[in-house]
């Protein structure tokens, strides 16, 4: 964090969780809790049929609210599914594309990830892009390799330009809502790693403007020490992102 060529960001991933009076009541709470600390972006990224209410409570805030998934094709015969053009339509410029419970539990791969990447970049979405180990990956020692290869396969076509609109989350599947969290040091390297692969291929200055969030049980407690990480650029934040007081304690530790 702290490298001026970059922003931190702070994000909450609802997942399924908060009806719209519910997400009134939690922006109505935190709006005046996180009022003014700008030295980082916070998002919210909320299920579709909560995304209106939140939005209109974050009206006039530093609050952006976002989606936690898009559809690649513009329209057509995919029950169930959003459309870039649609989350436009409705004001929403962020999207989370390829968490892991998207990967583990609807069949999300690599592929369909790029595809959504793509077609959100097209529709001028600015993406939060999800990838990380699993538990025998990281026992294994290819945690390298396995967030190489997710982060070329899910940012292939995505050219230089497009990347200002690419955040990347790194997040353990292992630290995912399991009270684990990765150490500072492991985020640290992994993010490293990850921005290795940014230069190998766009170049140092995209590499260094891109904007690498951890995930994994970060919270209240643990967010100071993983943010002072140089290569750690902010949280996404699951459980924590449903309870104000841990939340702000997030941005500040941001600040
Ligand atoms: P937890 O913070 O609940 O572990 O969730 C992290 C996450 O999946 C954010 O996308």
Redesign the pocket.
Known sequence: MNNAKRRTVIAG?WKMNFTPAEATAFINEIKPMVAGKDNCDIIFCAPYVTIAAAQAAAEGSNIKIGAENVHFAESGAYTGEVSAKMLTACGVEYVIIG?SERRQYFGETDETVNKRTLAALAAGMKVIL?LGEVKEERLAGITREIVSMQTKLDLAGVSAEDMKNIII?Y?PVW???TGLTATPEQAEETCGQIRDVLVELYGKDVAEATTIQY????NDKNAAELLSKPNVDGG?????SLVASKFTAIVDAAQ
């Open positions: 991933n968490h999800c989350a997040e630290a995912i809502g995930g994994g049980s970060m996404l934040i699951g459980g924590a």
